[in-house]
């Protein structure tokens, strides 16, 4: 019989990889969109099947982690065997900026969509993942990270998601609910939003070798972050509600780089050798080498990144480094794509975007370029 699954979330990154995969299986697919002025679909407009053909395996239905009785709706006609909640303001520091929705749609949605599977009498057949992730653990008290270290949430963004993961604890052991927490480290590919840090720089620099900008204006680049590739993460999201037992898992790759080392990949790929000056807010990257015909834009002597306190957080998360041993001894998963090997994808892809964008604009047909992150 054909398994149904719901995906929260399914326009971005992680929804769009595990609609692919669900669809692999043979899933039916049904995501939650939200209403918007523009299009929003961008990440999954190459599954997009036609809606009134019959055998179209995978549905939209236009609706908001903010409001329940559309997600009551949606649950009750969809009866999906799988719940996957991936839909969040998935921000740290926009998260600082606009507290309250992120509390209402991370936190209150989660509990939203639990209460809804409940009310419908579906809590012993409806199997829930719960997006959770590293940030929970913020100021970090042990390292590296496992299921079992305390959490010290550090944003508005991670105290909603600390709600979230308790509360899908709760309706475990409350309810009985076949729910799970994947507790993920930072996951990137070439559909990683724009402004998150490794986007920012593969998009940055890129454009910068195209000469579209001029420069890349960073936060703290001394932050560790345990970097995996959102391909590899998704499938261990399907895993985790495959089991016998519901279980929390911890998703890492367990190796750790700085954003500063990120960047150096990420030029390195362009055929740019940097070379970083000068600490704090006053530190910079100067271009020393450029090599091949990736950076025809840029010159030795460049300052390509320079810092922005702008992008600094009232309260940063300085290192991160998750232990999957749990993940990889009770499920055999184990990551297959590493943080170089991703970068690398991810400046092929802005890459093309940039040199696209530069020959359009030598036939008068300019697009804006935004580095905003
Ligand atoms: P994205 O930001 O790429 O995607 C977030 C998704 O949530 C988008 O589809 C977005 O819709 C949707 N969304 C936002 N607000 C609402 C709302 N009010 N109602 C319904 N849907 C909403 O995130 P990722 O794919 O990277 O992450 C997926 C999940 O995993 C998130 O919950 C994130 O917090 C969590 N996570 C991510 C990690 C990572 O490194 N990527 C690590 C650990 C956890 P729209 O397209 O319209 O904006
Ligand atoms: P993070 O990811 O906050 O870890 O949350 P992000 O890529 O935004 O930041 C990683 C680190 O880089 C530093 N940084 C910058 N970050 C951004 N966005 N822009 C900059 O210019 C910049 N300069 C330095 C940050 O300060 C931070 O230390 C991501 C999200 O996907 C969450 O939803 C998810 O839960 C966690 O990963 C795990």
């Known amino acids: 019989m054909t398994k149904r699954a719901l995906i929260t979330g399914i326009t971005g990154q992680d929804g769009s990889y595990l609609a692919e995969l669900l669809l692999e299986k043979g899933y039916e697919v049904h995501g939650i969109k939200r209403r918007a002025s523009l299009f929003n679909t961008q990440r999954v407009d190459h599954i997009y099947e036609d809606p009134h053909s019959n055998d179209g395996r995978f549905r939209l239905h236009y609706g908001d982690l903010a409001d329940s009785s559309n997600l009551t709706r949606i649950i009750s006609e969809v009866q999906p065997e799988e719940v996957y909640n991936l839909g969040a303001q998935s921000h740290v520091a926009v998260s600082f900026e606009a507290p309250e929705y992120t509390a209402d749609v991370d936190a209150m949605g989660t509990l939203r969509l639990l209460e809804a ?33 305390p959490f010290h949430p550090r944003s508005p963004y991670a105290v909603a998601k600390m709600y979230a993961y308790w509360i899908c604890v709760n309706y475990r052991e409350a309810y009985g609910m076949f729910a799970c927490n994947g507790i993920l480290f930072n996951h990137e590919s070439p559909r990683r939003g724009e402004t998150f840090v490794t986007r920012k720089i593969t998009r940055g620099l890129s454009n910068i070798a195209m000469g579209l900008e001029p420069c890349l204006y960073m936060g703290n680049i001394d932050s560790l972050r345990d970097w995996g590739h959102a391909k590899d993460y998704v499938r261990m999201q399907w895993m985790m509600l495959q089991q016998d037992e519901p279980e929390d898992y911890v998703i890492a790759t367990g190796v750790q780089y700085s954003v500063r ?71 055999g998963w184990e990551p297959k794509i590493t943080a170089r090997e991703m970068c690398r994808e991810m400046v092929a892809m802005d890459h093309t975007a940039a040199r696209r964008h530069a020959l359009l604009r030598t036939h008068g047909l300019d697009l804006p370029v935004s580095l905003e992150g």
């Open 261 to 331: 080392e990120f960047i150096t990949w990420a030029a390195e790929d362009l055929g740019i050798t940097l070379r970083f000056e000068g600490t704090g807010v006053d530190e910079t990257a100067t271009v020393v080498k450029v090599e091949g015909d990736l950076a025809p834009m840029v010159r030795e002597g460049q300052v390509v990144v320079r810092i922005d306190p702008r992008y600094f957080r009232p309260a940063e998360v300085e290192t991160l480094l998750g232990n999957p041993a749990k993940a990889k001894q009770q499920l």
């Open 117 to 149: 599977i409940r009310f419908l009498g579906l809590e012993r057949r409806t199997r829930f993942y719960q997006a959770s992730t590293s940030e929970l653990y913020g100021l970090v008290q042990e390292t590296p990270q496992t299921e079992r270290t």
